[in-house]
C-alpha cells in the first residue's frame, strides 16, 4: 500500500533503522499498529533504546533525540513522537509507518502490520555494514515515486554525475488547474500537490538518495570506499535542516531500459492527495467538489498507470491519443471536462512517473521504460474500472 511520503524525519534512513530494530525486538511475532511505532514511557523497549542519534545534555537526565526543538519535549522521538504527547493525530508515525512501507520494510494490512523479511534483514544490519547500503539501494529502487525522481533528474542530462538543483525537480500529483461551475461560480478542484508538500517529499527523496549512494551534495567528494557511501555521507543526512541545494547524481545506465521493476509503486487508494484534510477557512466549497470528483480522479490516473504497467508487462506501447478517445467514451468514469479532457491527460501522464513508470513519448506512442507490481497498482481499484482499462488495452 504504497503511499507518497510527506515528512522531513522519514528521510533519514538511519532512524528507519532504529525503529525497525525496535518493531523486531517487541513484535518479533506479533502485529502491530500505527500506534505502537511511537515511543512509550509505559514501555521497557522504546526506539531510544536502538537510536545512534541520542546526544547528551548536562542537564538532562537521559540522552535526548537532537532533532526536537525542546530536549525536554515528552514527544521523545522526532520520527514517531511518543503515545503520551501525540496522542490522536499520529501523522509522524503515520509516515514513519509509510516509508517502511515505501521500502519494502513493512507488509501493511488493513489494520496491524508486521516486518517482512527485508526488514528483519535490514534491522539487524549493522549500520556501518556493506549489507546496510545494500538492503537499502534495493528497498529506494523499489518504490515507485523514488525511481520517477531518478528518471526527472535523469532527463536533466547525459552526464555522470548529472548537477541538479533541488527546485528543478517537482515530485507531487499533477496540477490540472480544473474547476467546477456552481451557482455562477467557479470552484476549483483542489487534487494537485501544493508546494510545501512538494517541497518535503523532495528532501525526504534527496536523502534517501545520499544515503544509499546515488546522490552526494555537490561541494562533496565523491566517497573513497563507495561500498560504504552511507557511513561517509553521514554526516550530512544527520544535520537539522538539509539546506543544500546542488546535488550530483550516479544514476545506472541501464535503470530505464525497460527491465528494471518497481515492486511498490502508488496504488489507487493513494493516487490523489488527502483531500479531507482541507479544512481551513473558504475551503468548504473546495474540499466538498473535490470529494465529490475525487473518485474520477483516481480512475483517470490509474487508467494511464496501469495501461502503461500492461503495456509494459507485455513489451508493447500505447497510443496515447487512441486511449484517449476510448477513455472519453465513458465519461462517467473518467471525465470532468469533456472539451479539456485530452489536455487534462496530457498534464495527468505524470502520475506514471510518480508511479515509477516513467515512458518515453513520440508522436503519440508511449513506451514505458519499467515494469511495476501491477498487483500492488490496482490495490483499491474498483474491478469495474479495471474491466474498462482492460477492454480498451487488450
Not at 511511537?38 to 537521559?62: A, G, H, M, P, W
Not at 467557479?186 to 517541497?199: A, E, K
Not at 544535520?239 to 528494471?260: E, M, R, V
Not at 515494469?371 to 482499462?389: D, F, H, Q, R, T
Request: proline fraction near 4%; aromatic fraction near 10%; charged fraction near 25%.
Amino acid at each position: 500500500m504504497a503511499v507518497l511520503i510527506n515528512r522531513n524525519p522519514s528521510g533519514r534512513l538511519i532512524c528507519l533503522h532504529a525503529l525497525t530494530k525496535t518493531l523486531d525486538k517487541k513484535f518479533d511475532t506479533v502485529d502491530f499498529t500505527i500506534n505502537d511505532l511511537k515511543y512509550d514511557k509505559e514501555l521497557s523497549v522504546n526506539i531510544t533504546d536502538f537510536c545512534e542519534l541520542l546526544t547528551k545534555i548536562s542537564s538532562v537526565k537521559d540522552p535526548v533525540c537532537p532533532y526536537l526543538d525542546n530536549p525536554l519535549s515528552k514527544a521523545k522521538c522526532y520520527l514517531t513522537q511518543s503515545k503520551q504527547y501525540d496522542t490522536q493525530k499520529s501523522k509522524s508515525a503515520s509516515d514513519a509507518m509509510n516509508a517502511l512501507d515505501g521500502l519494502g520494510f513493512v507488509s501493511r494490512g488493513e489494520r496491524n502490520s508486521k516486518l517482512t523479511i527485508e526488514g528483519k534483514s535490514f534491522a539487524n544490519s549493522n549500520f556501518s555494514s556493506k549489507k546496510w547500503l545494500e538492503l537499502t539501494r534495493k528497498a529506494v529502487l523499489g518504490y515507485g515515486p523514488f525511481v520517477g525522481m531518478l528518471y526527472e533528474i535523469n532527463k536533466l542530462g547525459n552526464t555522470n554525475p548529472i548537477e541538479v538543483t533541488k527546485s528543478q525537480i517537482n515530485l507531487g500529483f499533477p496540477q490540472t488547474r480544473e474547476a467546477i461551475r456552481h451557482k455562477s461560480k467557479l470552484i476549483p478542484l483542489s487534487i494537485g500537490s501544493q508546494d510545501d508538500t512538494i517541497t518535503r517529499t523532495r528532501s525526504v527523496m534527496f536523502s534517501w538518495a545520499v544515503s544509499t549512494g546515488f546522490a552526494i551534495p555537490a561541494n562533496y567528494d565523491e566517497p573513497k570506499d563507495t561500498s560504504i557511501w552511507h557511513v561517509e555521507t553521514e554526516d550530512f543526512v544527520e544535520q537539522q535542516k538539509w539546506s543544500t541545494a546542488k546535488y550530483k547524481f550516479f544514476i545506472p545506465k541501464d535503470l530505464f531500459n525497460g527491465n528494471h521493476y518497481v515492486a511498490r509503486p502508488l496504488n489507487y487508494s493513494w493516487l490523489t492527495k488527502s483531500t479531507r484534510a482541507l479544512r481551513e477557512r473558504g475551503q468548504e466549497s473546495i474540499r466538498k467538489f473535490s470529494l465529490i470528483y475525487e473518485a474520477c480522479v483516481k480512475n483517470r490516473r490509474f487508467a494511464i498507470t496501469y495501461a502503461l504497467a500492461k503495456c509494459a508487462e507485455n513489451e508493447v506501447t500505447l497510443d496515447f491519443k487512441k486511449f484517449i478517445d476510448s477513455l472519453k467514451q465513458e465519461q462517467e468514469y473518467f471525465v470532468i471536462d469533456e472539451q479539456k479532457f485530452e489536455q487534462i491527460m496530457v498534464v495527468e501522464s505524470k502520475i506514471a512517473i510518480l508511479c515509477g513508470i516513467p515512458f518515453n513519448y513520440k508522436k503519440g506512442i508511449m513506451t514505458p521504460l519499467t515494469k511495476v507490481n501491477v498487483s500492488e497498482l490496482s490495490k483499491g481499484a474498483p474491478e469495474e474500472i479495471i474491466k474498462k482499462v482492460n477492454d480498451i488495452i487488450l
